[in-house]
């Protein structure tokens, strides 16, 4: 049995981008291709029909350009990519935060789908979808033979539309039907519960609803605990691939009174777009403490807040050495043809810094130690390990990154340990961590 753990290797190319969009004509008659350009077109277009005509297999043409523009596209960098009508539609419903869907979050495991919990109030818990439960079939259609993706992509559909879930449960003595009804899931980017005086919230994506699933956190937090019991909060941005740029800014607007977030720079000297905070008396958290978690899964938007809480001393980091992803990707809609996914700037911290590269290095260094099955192995990514990513002003032969795992159960977890004892006050214990050879503290 596979066991599943809470671990990210390259989360920048799996969506995790600063983006903005944006709508308008491309190019313009000062950036117009010279004749060399159209000449080296016109080869393109050459060896286009010579494929055409004479590979062994006839060729599908849809997929012979795509991949062309692709390959133009990832010359550039691991971040820029074109994404056809049916891909750009699934980037534009995982940045909404809500689709039409079960209800379910799933891995695969022995070639099957197996639920890892239904969300309450949901189809599929309605259902009796039930936690353990692995999925045969979908329609009646085998799931062994497809990938996640496929599976998921199977079970996502239009709300009021019914599907059949051929199910596996352990102690049933034969398989279980199931027909759930879709229906409009939305999914929280922000988990929050109370450590009996810390207030936690875990941010897991920048979508479209995470500023206000976040205030909604805060404001559930400050009910069940009073101001003057709560010692303070943290905030996890561990294992979170980051998504919308604006979301970012609006998030780390949340905990300051003042002072500029970020910056991006484009190509030319004077596009520089300035991002501030909201002058305020008080921010969202009444001024209590907090700390920010973050480690090798932190890439992009959960960078840049990373970064603004940090330079700007509102924050203490703790973790390891973040993903290192500074550039920002607009996303340049085609019509019918999907989108253009294109590099356009790079971010920079409030102190003028660009972690392209480099990362955010946290100011108490908590490594988390590995289960058994995950010691020695190399676990550490970063942009800097990415080939064709785009050289950081500040990249060292370090480079960025670091392993990106987070144990399951919080009573294991290390990193967040040491924070709410450092919330609390506490004198850390002499014996912590536990395997020195495993953790390492610096201040």
Known sequence: MMRKLSLLFAGALMGASAMSLVYGAPGSAANAAGSETYKQLAIFGDIFERVRANYVTPPDDKSLVENAINGMLSSLDPHSSYMNAEQAQDMRVQTKGEFGGLGIEVTMENDLVKVITPIDDTPAAKAGVLSGDYIAKIDGEEVRGLTLNDAVEKMRGPVNTPIKLTILRQGADKPIE????????????????????????????FTEKTYDDLEN???????????????GYVLDLRLNPGGLLDQAVSVSDAFLKRGEIVSTRGRDPKDVTRFDAKPKQVDDINGKPMIVLVNGGSASASEIVAGALQDLRRV???????FGKGSVQTIIPLGENGALRLTTALYYTPSGKSIQGKGITPDIKVDQPLPPDL??????????????????ADESSTGSGSAAYVPPDPKNDLQLIYAEQLLRGEKTDPSFPPNPDKAVMNQ
Not at 187 to 196: D, Q
Not at 217 to 231: F, G, H, T
Not at 375 to 392: A, F, M, P, V, Y
């Open 178 to 205: 199931l027909t759930v009804v879709r229906d409009v899931i939305k999914v929280k980017a922000v988990k929050y519960r109370v450590e009996n005086d810390i207030g936690y919230m875990k941010i897991t994506s």
């Open 217 to 231: 956190a805060i404001e559930n937090i400050k009910k069940q605990v009073p101001n003057d019991k709560l010692k």
């Open 316 to 322: 203490t980091v703790i973790g390891t050495q973040s």
């Open 375 to 392: 010691q020695g192995r190399d676990l550490t990514r970063g942009e800097s390990d990415l080939k064709g990513h785009i050289k950081g």
